[in-house]
């Protein structure tokens, strides 16, 4: 399941699509007039479930997730322009954390020279118990 929250607290816990919950996200923002000071206009906020091993509740290791952070020209016929694949795994964590990440993207165009994604990464245990 996929959750919405505003203002850290959880108005809906079982949505099943994903692209659901962007819609219900995006929906959120405009209906709840949700806006963010100039600097951070471009502020997302996306919520990722990770699953603790079974072996030692205590432990830090969480599954695998990979994302994909893609540019892309939608001007006309959509064209990826750079990516770069991301382990999320490697940025959870049980205890409240938040990290500057600068992710170099690979350039897949003869257009694109160089791209970096900035962004600030924040990771907060929600909830500890049996998946669902």
């Given at each position: 399941?996929?959750m ?8 809906n ?5 994903f ?5 219900l ?8 007039n ?6 951070q206009?471009a502020t997302?906020?996306?919520v990722q479930?990770?699953?603790?091993g079974?072996q ?14 893609i540019?892309e020209n ?14 999320m795994?490697q940025?959870?964590s049980?205890t ?8 170099k993207l ?8 160089d791209v ?16 669902t």
């Open positions: 399941y996929f919405l929250s505003v203002d850290q607290v959880i108005v816990s079982h949505i099943i699509i692209s659901d919950a962007v819609k996200m995006f929906v959120s923002y405009y209906c709840l949700i806006s963010y000071p100039a600097e206009g997302l906020e996306f479930s990770f699953m603790a079974n030692d509740p205590n432990a830090d290791e969480f599954e695998d997730k990979d994302w994909t952070f540019i939608t001007k006309g016929h959509r064209k990826v322009l750079a990516s770069v694949d991301v382990n795994k940025y959870a049980a409240p954390a938040q990290l500057e990440l600068a992710l690979k350039p897949l165009s003869v257009k694109v020279v970096t994604l900035k962004l600030t990464l924040s990771c907060v245990f929600l909830k500890e118990g049996n998946a």
